[in-house]
């Protein structure tokens, strides 16, 4: 069956970096696009970022652009989130999910990590 | 970019169905999907595409959609189905990017 599984978060100072990890298993890796999307406390979803299968294009929403990159490495079958200039508001659960579609992207999220927590305060 | 606009709360008695909606846009060119988030939970995909279940979701959850309006409808609500639910597009800007809109918290009664 299809895992994700997040890791890397933790508390972090206003201006700092962290790295977010996603390690997945159960379906081709290789072959699907991946998202970040984030929650923060007691708020709604927000899409963070998207690669493509072959890690050829990249798309951020505005909120991140600049300061976010996301990456993958297809033979660890591990998705990446660097996080850089983190402000308070992106204090936020950060899940990774799987797009439906196969070779091409939907920015339909068929599967979803557990989260892990990133908390940006001095 | 786009904005999809949910009402917060929807209430339902039990066994009756339940409309929740979700209005933007970008729901001109692109359907909805929907999903389902219980308290302390990952986000579950419950509704996608033109009117899709994944595998393991109840035949009581059902999609549409018209003009700028799309809608998750629950036939005979359950206990279990109190939750957030979020609907996302693709925004239609052309931008490459993701919208959700704001949740609806579905309270059974």
């Known amino acids: 069956q299809v895992q994700l599984v997040e890791s890397g978060g933790g508390v972090v100072q206003p201006g700092g970096s962290l790295r977010l990890s996603c390690a997945a298993s159960g379906f081709t890796f290789s072959s699907y696009g991946m998202h970040w999307v984030r929650q923060a406390p007691g708020k709604g979803l927000e899409w963070v970022a998207f690669i493509r299968y072959d890690g050829s294009n990249k798309y951020y929403a505005d909120s991140v652009k600049g300061r976010f990159t996301i990456s993958r490495d297809n033979s660890k079958n591990t998705l990446y989130l660097q996080m850089n200039s983190l402000r308070a508001e992106d204090t936020a659960v950060y899940y990774c999910?799987?797009?439906?579609?196969?070779?091409?992207?939907?920015?339909?999220?068929?599967?979803w990590g557990q989260g892990t927590l990133v908390t940006v305060s001095s | 970019s786009s904005e999809l606009t949910q009402d917060p709360a929807v209430s339902v008695a039990l066994g009756q169905t339940v409309r929740i909606t979700c209005q933007g846009d970008?729901?001109?060119?692109?359907?909805a999907s929907w999903y389902q988030q219980k308290p302390g939970q990952a986000p579950v995909l419950v509704i996608y595409g033109k009117n899709n279940r994944p595998s393991g979701i109840p035949d009581r959850f059902s999609g549409s959609s018209s003009g700028n309006t799309a809608s998750l409808t629950i036939t005979g609500a359950q206990a279990e189905d109190e939750a957030d639910y979020y609907c996302?597009?693709?925004?239609?800007?052309?931008?490459?990017?993701?919208?959700f809109g704001g949740g609806t918290k579905l309270t059974v009664l």
């Open positions: 999910a799987k797009d439906l579609a196969d070779g091409d992207y939907e920015f339909i999220f068929d599967y």
């Open positions: 970008s729901l001109r060119s692109y359907y």
């Open positions: 996302n597009s693709r925004d239609s800007s052309g931008n490459h990017l993701a919208v």
